[in-house]
T-cell receptor, first 111, second 108 residues
Framework: KAGVTQTPRYLIKTRGQQVTLSCSPI?????VSWYQQTPGQGLQFLFE???????NKGNFPGRFSGRQFSNSRSEMNVSTLELGDSALYLC??????????FGPGTRLTVT | GIQVEQSPPDLILQEGANSTLRCNFS?????LQWFHQNPWGQLINLFY???GTKQNGRLSATTVATERYSLLYISSSQTTDSGVYFC??????????FGAGTQVVVTP
């Protein structure tokens, strides 16, 4: 069974731009979660989607948003990028709320 | 929210040595996972262990949910065990709260 895939793997953007990251979960998994990892803050939860509904959201500003499609694929969007948004963004999938499996991540650099 | 504390923050081992990593959490949880983060950043699942004991090769883990802690044991360590080990606990809505990690360096 294929694992969680994320695209793109690397991204360089300029302050003020917006970015969209994509995540395809393991086949059959309906829950997708997003996390941000930075050296200063560690791994932080962004949001979780199940069957196209956002069920849980972390403490991030409204510039961070996401959605999930009917095939369980998910996207997250960050608008008006700031230097502090430079991070590794990780996506995880699970059947419901059990064991989560992570993708390889998207490394975003904001200049 | 749930607090997760991992200890020690850093661990230097000689190849062949055994070690124990600890994870304390502040509230009852539905999910507890141990991960190894590889040099490219991917989180590799080691154990899904909300309670009880599991073993996988040279690694084993124990979670005592009533006392709110989990232990990860590495036996006969190898250089490939180097990296950061994370403990993460989850609520009923699928949110994982991560600890700060333990940086493990195994020297030949």
């Amino acid at each position: 069974k294929a694992g969680v895939t994320q695209t793109p793997r690397y991204l360089i953007k300029t302050r003020g731009q917006q970015v969209t990251l994509s995540c395809s979960p393991i086949s059959g998994h309906r829950s997708v979660s997003w996390y941000q990892q930075t050296p200063g803050q560690g791994l932080q939860f962004l949001f979780e989607y199940f069957s196209e509904t956002q069920r849980n959201k972390g403490n991030f500003p409204g510039r961070f948003s996401g959605r999930q499609f009917s095939n369980s694929r998910s996207e997250m969007n960050v608008s008006t990028l700031e230097l502090g948004d430079s991070a590794l963004y990780l996506c995880a999938s699970s059947l419901r709320t059990d064991e989560q499996y992570f993708g390889p991540g998207t490394r975003l650099t904001v200049t | 929210g749930i607090q997760v504390e991992q200890s020690p923050p850093d661990l230097i081992l000689q190849e062949g040595a055994n070690s124990t990593l600890r994870c304390n959490f502040s509230d009852s949880v539905n999910n507890l996972q141990w991960f190894h983060q590889n040099p490219w950043g991917q989180l590799i699942n080691l154990f899904y262990i909300p309670s009880g004991t599991k073993q996988n090769g040279r690694l084993s883990a124990t979670t005592v949910a009533t006392e709110r802690y989990s232990l990860l044991y590495i036996s006969s360590s190898q250089t490939t065990d180097s990296g950061v080990y994370f403990c993460a606990v989850g609520d009923s809505w699928g949110k994982l709260q991560f600890g700060a990690g333990t940086q493990v360096v195994v020297t030949p």
